[in-house]
């Protein structure tokens, strides 16, 4: 793909690239507020049509998040759209599943290690609550999927390597499909590998994450060439 050179970009991707410059700056975070609109034209010295035509490009790159009546603030995931890799086009889900689970194998075992080595007591916490919130979740038989993801998100984040976080979509697009190819059956073996993962990362055991989260995959794995598989 051919970056386009400044003088080639129109005017609303010139000022989009300037407001990006503005938010590193000023060190702004994912929720901050930008300033109005006034202020920013101002600052910028570009009019005010310029300028919603630039939100709205940032806007699409998922870089900030407009909110009416309230203003424009920073998104939760900065430059990293819903479904970055196209996942929605790919019409064979059920290769879809096991190549991404190929990848996550790569990836997933690793970060666990790396979590369990960096991660600070917040970090620990939150691991630990969202492990405690599936298994409720799971107990219950009610639908635990959004809470997996965090509890996936809250490891990779953990990490502290910046380009991880960048990685979260493939691990959370892969997590509903997996829940809906499986049926849920695999209610025990989440939680024991959760717990495992969890546990293993509480107490800076980077070896016995690594384990715990690459076992956790091969049950996923055997649900997915087993989905008949029954409690």
């Given at each position: 793909m051919t970056t386009l050179s400044q003088e080639e970009k129109s005017l609303p991707q010139k000022i989009s690239d300037d407001i990006i410059a503005l938010i590193l700056e000023e060190n702004l975070k994912p929720g901050d507020r930008l300033p109005?609109?006034?202020?920013?034209?101002?600052?910028?010295?570009?009019?005010?049509?310029?300028?919603?035509?630039?939100?709205?490009?940032?806007?699409?790159?998922n870089i900030v998040t407009v909110r009416q009546g309230s203003g424009t603030y920073i998104a939760a995931s900065p430059g990293m759209v819903e479904d970055p890799l196209g996942f929605i086009f790919i019409d064979?889900?059920?290769?879809?599943?096991?190549?991404?689970?190929?990848?996550?194998?790569?990836?997933?075992?690793?970060?666990?290690a790396m979590a369990?080595?960096?991660?600070?007591?917040?970090?620990?916490?939150?691991?630990?609550?969202?492990?405690?919130?599936?298994?409720?979740?799971?107990?219950?038989?009610?639908?635990?999927?959004?809470?997996?993801?965090?509890?996936?998100?809250?490891?990779?984040?953990?990490?502290?390597?910046?380009?991880?976080?960048?990685?979260?979509?493939?691990?959370?697009?892969s997590i509903p499909l997996f829940v809906e190819t499986t049926g849920g059956i695999l209610r025990r073996e989440t939680i024991e590998s959760h717990r495992e993962i969890a546990d293993a990362i509480a107490r800076r055991d980077p070896l016995r994450a690594q384990d715990a989260m690459y076992l956790h995959l091969v049950y996923n794995r055997k649900g997915i060439c087993n989905p008949s598989h029954k409690q």
């Open positions: 109005n609109e006034t202020i920013l034209s101002q600052r910028l010295d570009v009019g005010r049509s310029s300028l919603r035509e630039a939100m709205k490009l940032l806007a699409s790159r064979n889900k059920q290769k879809l599943v096991q190549d991404l689970l190929e990848v996550r194998f790569l990836l997933e075992p690793s970060i666990a369990a080595t960096r991660a600070d007591e917040k970090d620990i916490k939150k691991i630990t609550a969202l492990c405690d919130e599936v298994e409720t979740l799971l107990k219950n038989h009610e639908d635990h999927t959004q809470k997996d993801i965090d509890f996936h998100t809250a490891i990779a984040l953990s990490s502290k390597n910046v380009v991880v976080p960048r990685l979260i979509p493939v691990i959370n697009s």
